[in-house]
């Protein structure tokens, strides 16, 4: 099967040696994702901003690889508060409301940057119809 390797230009994916998202066939899989534009973090302090950057990042990457947000049955948020999950959930809710994939929230003790309250990733099956 192919590979495709999709890059989003930043320049920790040579260095640590990974891509914004992958597709082997019809699966498209899309790395941590962070509200990190133009090498800044967008919506300091702001979980629904960062969820929402996060995932237009995410659209993005599949639109690259021939995919949409409707191809998603998966995705993973890594947050830095829990206690906030109803403002990470909205966003999430914005985007999925009628796609319902599986996801998972799960506490971290930190991100790489301390700005950073969320990360998420995403799996999506390209289907044939």
Excluded at 7 to 13: D, L, Q, V
Excluded at 24 to 39: C, I, Q, R, Y
Excluded at 65 to 92: C, P, Q
């Amino acid at each position: 099967m192919k590979r495709i390797n999709i890059s989003s230009g930043a320049k920790w994916e040579d260095t640590v040696g990974y891509s914004r998202a992958v597709r082997v066939g019809n699966v498209v899989e899309v790395s941590g994702t962070a509200p990190v534009e133009e090498g800044k973090v967008v919506g300091v302090g702001d979980a629904y901003t960062q969820a929402k950057v996060c995932l237009e990042i995410i659209e993005k990457a599949l639109s690259e690889a021939g995919a949409s947000l409707n191809d998603i049955v998966r995705t993973r948020m890594f947050v830095t508060d829990i206690s906030r999950w109803e403002e990470y959930g909205k966003a999430h809710g914005e985007y999925f409301k009628n796609i319902k994939p599986v996801t998972s929230m799960v506490e971290v003790r930190s991100l790489i940057d301390p700005d950073m309250l969320i990360e998420i990733e995403a799996t999506a099956i390209i289907s044939g119809n």
